[in-house]
């Protein structure tokens, strides 16, 4: 049973919406993994110490999620939903900073400051590459929005964009160094911006007759 | 005795310059210190296999280097020589170019791929931040003199066209991604300096009455 469900045998994502036990439990989970990652971060992670925390059997974890790593994975996405859904305010420049903004808060979460470093670990690592083509996808919609209403010249990259706004933030991120501060956030995207724009003058126009 | 040295007591510094055998035992070691990182990176060094492959005495190395960390710190700095040494070609761009392009072919030896994912050893994290500095202070000695030369508005930020041109690449490089190819190494300096001339053309200018 998956997506247009039947009257009985509601998917997890449809009882999540609808806020039954079900529901409540999947967010208990969750937040318990959370927290748990926080303190003690991916390799040391024990499902029971999660499953005592959010008051639920250890079967209960597993029946949902068969591994650590299904388990972190569903978690990250979970938290990773303030960091969802590109904003579209009209403005280029008001969507990047809105996104940066929300990567910069991302970046001091504990959940991420711990397990950043345990970047390197292969099933973190699989984890993270799982979740970088959503996080890449939205960003490049709202450049390319850009591009469509006309704020950035037509030549420009969205994905050569995403890269330089995000990069400085996700370097220091892995590194564990601190996060920038707002001035910082606008810096780099009013620089990117006012560079793409600038770059384009100097091509040859295609459209020019 | 070789070249142009006094009959006792020189430094190692000096034997180095010289080219004596202290300098040839320091690079063999540093040389077999290299290609042993690159093989099982900083963890998995072991002072015996890196005396053998060098072909002397375990004590020689530790009289020099008391440390593992002293060992692999003064090895990056010796492959780090490649990187170092800010151009002056008289050209921003030009010598921003030479400076990317020797971070991308770095970034693609055997030493720096291997170690790069143990940054999140503190004994690793710990060498690379004594590094960082001297890294840092290069770039910005570059985009100092642009700045300087007129090719950079007064205004520009040596530290922020430091941190968005290298980003892109050590975010690539930390997470063990493939190094950029030219044409991206290009399009992130050409974008950077265009937007740092673009941005202040909108600031009110300082020097104006």
């Known amino acids: 049973m998956r997506t247009g469900e039947r009257p009985s045998g509601r998917s997890v994502a449809t009882a999540a919406r609808g806020g039954g036990r079900s529901a409540r439990v ?3 989970v969750l937040r318990a ?3 748990q990652l926080g303190r ?3 390799v040391a992670l024990r499902v029971e110490d999660v499953a005592q925390n959010a008051g639920v059997n250890k079967t209960t974890i597993y029946r949902r999620w068969p591994t650590k790593a299904d388990l972190v994975s569903a978690t990250l996405r979970r938290e990773g939903e303030a960091c969802e859904g590109a904003p579209d ?3 280029v420049r008001e969507d990047l900073l809105i996104m940066l903004r929300r990567l910069v808060d991302h970046g001091r979460s504990p959940m991420v400051r711990v397990m950043m470093p345990e970047m390197t670990h292969p099933e973190v690592r699989a984890i993270a590459n799982g979740l970088k083509h959503n996080f890449e996808s939205e960003w490049v919609s709202v450049v390319a929005r850009g591009v469509g209403r006309g704020e950035l010249p037509a030549g420009t990259s969205p994905l050569l964009v995403t ?3 995000t990069s400085a933030v996700i370097r220091r991120l892995i590194r564990g160094e601190e996060m ?7 810096s780099v995207v009013d620089l990117v911006l006012a560079g793409s724009v600038a770059l384009a003058a100097r091509r040859p126009r295609a459209k020019t007759g």
Request: charge should be negative; aromatic fraction near 10%.
């Open 26 to 28: 999947v967010a208990q």
């Open 33 to 35: 993994t959370a927290e």
């Open 89 to 91: 305010t009209g403005s």
């Open 163 to 165: 890269e330089i706004v």
């Open 180 to 186: 920038p501060d707002e001035a910082f956030c606008e």
């Open 40 to 42: 003690v971060g991916y």
